[in-house]
């Protein structure tokens, strides 16, 4: 995102009227994205922060609270336990994802492989299976009674552990968002690096560098930015989790809380609980939370291109 | 998860097997450059694609299925009669045919939501590459910041205000915000300053052409690939869409097939609910095709189209 920035090609339009002509005709065509831009994303925000400024209560209607809505969301610990099992799937999932993306990457880009389109687009395939259908699957594999894992416990007469107990359903949500998008990410990389310029490898191999020296040495650096992007968007998707859990949750009820991940519990907060103010403030804390961790992810990733 | 793990550390760890290559033989037949072929990294790579297709595979075996065999028979080879066809017309027509239904209010919000959403995208990401204008920094660091904002943490304040103007429970409530693709926008304006030159773009102004004219004719066609790459993108993004729509729609009529194949499933594991398994998993199969068949059909397109928009990214 940050290499954006220079792309600003077209050539400085000669002084006066004509500038001036192609000043609103540039609006003409950014003009309609930033209108709805306007109406979906930034209106919705100021709405939430004047919402959470607020309480609606049966009884005595809406009134002005100051802060309190926020200082309950930083005291609220389901609040924060959810916080804290989407950093520890943070933590977890997105390295795993990212790394087998890059390593998958890698085998299609060295030229080594046989069938290299097929593998590209099967492994790119489950990105085109919506997240419902993803997690009816998986639910239905994990499933230890009539599903593949009752059915290799039956075969094999071994038990194997219940993927959707409440110890292991993070692991299995993980599995989930993994497969969805590892081709995704993959993808990313692979469009990367075909763009670097093969000359590069050719004057690393006269200096003498292996395979393996050419690929952290030359290739990983040469796509730094397409590596930061995918990191920031699979931050953001972590901390976004909601459609796995919430699908799972009728096959694992006992397992997956109303509070299991921060949009959870902003969801169940608005519809059951009927707190819409305070869950508007839950989002914007949430939103808050999400924009940090993706900037010091982009600054890291700055720091180390620097 | 572990297989693919194992593969990849094996992949790296082979490569360095590999001894440099001398001097003076950089153009040899087996360098960086022009490899040797590795079947035991092909092998490798396979236990990913096993991984990768796998579940779909048990989908496909599945939707063949009678809902009685699909309880007890393994889960990943046929048992029983071939039921795919009976399960496709029991699909087609339970409930008087609401997942046709279904299927077409998906369509709707495809085809508006995401065929819109690309055209904002394409016109926005043109302007910011071949125009000057005041504001364009602004306009930059507005889209670059909210993209790092959960579209879901948008989506609780967004009911509330479309619930205030009285959209929820209809189709717009979908389409409005699925019009806005960050992404999109990016990807176009990198694409847009790549593929159009400006001299041309100058010439058919020398013409007389005026801004409009130029952009439909001299621009548009030059940006066909990202076209196709942002509205597979769009379109992946709206035809899986699962959140927005469960907040915004309650009424069955309106739901796209990911709600209802959901209510399906949940109708199927409450208590005393019609089990409807074989429904779920044969609706499900009938979903993921028509996408699938466009990333195959189209994979020329999305594929240029990606390779030149990570060029600066």
């Known amino acids: 995102m940050t290499a954006v920035t220079p792309i600003t090609t077209g050539r400085r339009p000669p002084a006066g009227v004509s500038r001036s002509r192609r000043g609103r005709a540039g609006w003409v065509f950014v003009g309609p994205f930033m209108a709805v831009f306007a109406l979906v994303f930034l209106a919705p925000i100021a709405y939430s922060l004047y919402l959470s400024f607020f309480r609606d209560q049966l009884v005595g209607g809406t009134s002005f609270v100051g802060l309190d809505n926020f200082q309950r969301a930083f005291e609220d610990e389901q609040f924060w336990a959810a916080v804290g099992r989407v950093l520890l799937f943070l933590v977890v999932q997105v390295p795993v994802m990212l790394g087998l993306a890059l390593l998958i990457a890698l085998a299609l880009d060295s030229g080594r492989l046989y069938g290299k389109s097929f593998f590209r687009i099967a492994v790119f395939l489950p990105y085109a299976v919506p997240a419902v259908v993803a997690t009816l699957m998986w639910g239905f594999i994990y499933g230890t009674r009539f599903g593949l894992v009752g059915n290799i416990n039956e075969a094999l007469g071994v038990s194997l552990p219940d993927p959707l107990s409440p110890s292991l359903v993070l692991a299995s949500i993980g599995n989930i968002v993994t497969w969805e998008f590892i081709g995704y990410n993959m993808l990313i990389f692979y469009s990367a690096l075909r763009v670097v310029p093969k000359s590069l490898y050719e004057a690393a191999e006269i200096d003498g560098a292996g395979e393996w020296r050419v690929i952290t040495a030359v290739k990983i650096p040469a796509i730094r930015g397409a590596l930061v992007i995918a990191t920031i968007f699979s931050v953001i998707g972590s901390f976004q989790l909601f459609n796995e859990p919430s699908i799972l949750q009728s096959l694992a009820p006992n397992a997956i809380t109303t509070y299991f991940t921060p949009n959870l519990y902003t969801f169940t907060l608005s519809f059951s609980g009927r707190q819409q103010n305070y869950a508007a403030t839950v989002s914007l804390v949430m939103g808050v939370v999400t924009m940090i961790i993706a900037y010091a992810v982009q600054l890291r990733g700055m720091r180390k291109e620097a | ?313």
């Open chain 2, 1 to 313: 998860m572990s297989a693919p793990s194992f593969t990849a550390d094996q992949t790296s760890r082979r490569s360095t097997h590999r001894a440099p290559a001398p001097r003076r033989a950089a153009r040899r037949k087996h360098s960086v450059a022009r490899p040797r072929r590795s079947t035991v990294l092909t092998l490798l790579m396979g236990l990913t694609a096993v991984y990768a297709l796998m579940p779909l595979a048990w989908l496909v075996i599945n939707a063949t299925k009678t809902q009685k065999s699909l309880l007890d028979s393994f889960g990943l080879w046929f048992s029983g009669e071939f039921a795919l066809w009976d399960n496709i017309s029991q699909t087609l027509t339970y409930d008087d045919g609401i997942f046709v239904r279904w299927f077409l209010n998906t369509l709707l919000y495809v085809v508006v939501g995401a065929g819109g959403a690309t055209f904002l995208a394409v016109l926005g990401g043109y302007g910011l590459a071949k125009f000057d204008f005041a504001g364009k920094r602004a306009v930059f660091a507005t889209v670059i910041g909210a993209v790092a904002v959960p579209a879901t943490a948008l989506a609780v304040p967004t009911f509330l205000m479309f619930s205030k103007m009285g959209l929820t429970n209809t189709p717009w409530a979908v389409i409005i915000p699925s019009l806005i693709s960050p992404f999109g926008l990016y990807l176009m304006w990198v694409f847009a300053a790549e593929a159009i030159p400006t001299e041309l773009l100058e010439a058919a102004r020398v013409d007389g052409s005026g801004e409009l004219r130029t952009f439909f004719q001299v621009a548009l066609p030059l940006l066909t690939p990202g076209i196709v790459t942002v509205l597979l993108f769009t379109m992946v993004q709206t035809w899986n869409n699962y959140f927005l729509p469960v907040i915004m729609i309650k009424n069955p009529d309106w739901y796209p097939l990911t709600l209802g194949l959901n209510a399906w499933n949940q109708q199927a594991s409450t208590a005393g609910g019609q089990p409807v398994f074989n429904l779920v998993i044969t609706g499900s199969l009938l979903t993921i095709v028509p996408l699938i068949a466009a990333f195959l059909l189209l994979q020329r397109y999305w594929q240029s189209g990606l390779a030149a928009g990570s060029v600066k990214g």
